[in-house]
Every structure is written in C-alpha cells, then in structure tokens.
C-alpha cells in the first residue's frame, strides 16, 4: 500500500491553495491508483475514523458480485486501524451491494443517491462522525467527489475499475474527463 497523498510517483490534488467556486467542489482532496493504495493508517493520522466507500468501478468492476480477498485484506486492515466503514452505493441493485457489504462485514447504504447529502449524513450516522473526521472514497466526479466536498468531508478519487459502464455513466465520464483535464493542467490535481 502507498502512503495516502503522496507516494508511487502520483502526488495529491487539492493540498496547494485551493479556489472558490467549482473547483472546490469538483477537486478531490487526492487521488490514489486504487482502493489498495490508500493507506488507511494514514487516514488515520489525518484524523479520520469513518471512511464512506463507493462500490461499482472503485472496489470492483460493476458486474462483479463478489469482493476479492485484496479488498477482504484491505478492509480488515482499515478495521485493524480502527477506521469504521460504510459501503454507499448508487446502485439500484439493493441485494447485490447488501452481500457484498455483509462479504466485506461493514454496513451498507443503497441505493444511495450521491452526490444529494442525505446520504452522506446518513453514512456519518452509520459511522459515529463528523464530515471532519469522514473521508470519501470514489471512482466519479459528480457523485463520490462532488457530494463529499459539499459537506466538507476528505474526498479520495480513485479511476475506475473497468471501461465497461452503463449509457448514462459514459456520458458523465466524458464531463468528468473535461473536468480532471482542466485541474490537471491547472495543477490541482496530478495524476488523474
Ligand atoms: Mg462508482
């Protein structure tokens, strides 16, 4: 695992002044290679106790319906460290992301309906936080990244999983790599 914000050649985003308006809304706080990546003893330094993570395309590809050992592994490490985490999912599929979250022993929330914050204070209910001690882990802007930053908790972007997504997905994708692309070149964010 790296070290959360810097390390294996990616630095974070958002740690450098950041702007009003869009951009902090839409920058992630850092951005890992994957979930693995995050080191949740980090996080724990930084001051965060509960961890908000995204399903589909962040902990596996979206037709997948089991999580692997690595996550199983990576999930009792954030235990061990005593992060408390909550799977939250957009999917409509309640039954699929309520065994996958009872697989990983963490509760769940779905469908969600991030980036709206109800289900992110949800989340923080779940959890025992606060947005301060909270971070977000996610594959998309407009959802994972953009809802977290609304309540100010620490929001991680990771890319997705596998290219394979629905119609509607795609379509944001091509906003959000507009997005990624302007804070990239604007140094916000390196890596992404
Ligand atoms: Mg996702």
């Known amino acids: 695992m790296g070290e959360t914000g810097k390390g294996c050649g990616r630095k ?61 592994s990576w999930f009792s490490a954030a235990n061990d460290a005593g992060l408390r985490c909550c799977v939250v999912s957009n999917s409509r599929r309640r039954a699929r992301i309520a065994g996958f979250a009872a697989a990983l022993g963490v509760p769940f929330i779905a469908p969600a309906g991030k980036p709206l914050p109800w ?38 972007l990771v890319p997705p999983k596998c290219p394979r997504e629905f119609v509607g997905t795609r379509l944001v994708r091509r906003l959000e790599r507009l997005v990624l692309g302007y804070l990239r070149r604007r140094g916000y964010i390196e890596g992404a």
């Not at 003893?41 to 319906?65: A, F, M, P, S």
């Not at 301060?132 to 882990?137: I, K, M, Q």
């Open 12 to 72: 974070m985003g958002c740690e450098r002044e950041r702007r009003a308006g869009l951009v902090s809304f839409l920058c992630p706080r850092s951005w890992r290679p994957s979930v693995g990546h995050i080191d949740v003893r980090e996080l724990k330094r930084r001051g965060i106790d509960g961890l908000i993570v995204d399903v589909d395309n962040t902990l596996v590809e979206w037709d997948r319906h089991e999580p692997t050992d690595a996550l199983k």
């Open 119 to 156: 289900c992110f204070r949800s989340a923080m209910r779940v959890l025992g936080t606060d947005p301060r001690r909270t971070a977000v882990v996610g594959d998309q802007v407009f959802t994972d990244v953009l809802g977290g930053n609304a309540l100010g908790l620490y929001t991680i």
